[in-house]
């Protein structure tokens, strides 16, 4: 009968502390579901998406140049000026600021 109770209390026991870790487990969930929360990550998930679409050149076709520049502007190549249409902008590389 002893082994029982045993059992029976480390049963018990072990439930409750179960029972404790989940409910904590839950509230922590619930409180990552609120309206600000999700809203906020939404955002970020946007705004993200966003970012990449931008940086990322659409199906890495190359652009002429022509689309990128004002018809006022001279292209120069080597300091000579060159007929803008001719030029094909294949990569696009950041170049640091002054």
Same mark, same amino acid.
């Given at each position: 009968?002893l082994k029982?109770?045993?059992?029976?209390?480390?049963?018990?026991?072990?439930?409750?502390a179960g029972s404790?870790?989940?409910?904590r #487990?839950v509230r922590?969930a619930v409180?990552q579901?609120t309206? #600000?929360t999700v809203?906020?990550?939404?955002a970020?998930?946007?705004? #993200?998406?966003?970012?990449?679409l931008?940086r990322?050149e659409?199906?890495h076709?190359?652009?002429?140049l022509?689309d990128? !520049?004002a018809p006022? +502007?001279?292209?120069?190549?080597?300091?000579?000026?060159v007929?803008? +249409? #001719? !030029?094909?902008?294949?990569?696009q590389?950041?170049?640091?600021g002054?």
């Amino acid at each position: 009968m002893l082994k029982r109770a045993t059992w029976f209390l480390a049963g018990t026991v072990t439930g409750a502390a179960g029972s404790g870790y989940a409910k904590r #487990r839950v509230r922590a969930a619930v409180s990552q579901v609120t309206p #600000r929360t999700v809203a906020r990550q939404g955002a970020v998930a946007l705004r #993200r998406q966003a970012t990449r679409l931008v940086r990322r050149e659409p199906n890495h076709t190359p652009q002429s140049l022509a689309d990128r !520049i004002a018809p006022d +502007e001279q292209v120069l190549v080597d300091g000579r000026p060159v007929d803008r +249409e #001719r !030029i094909v902008v294949t990569r696009q590389h950041l170049l640091p600021g002054p």
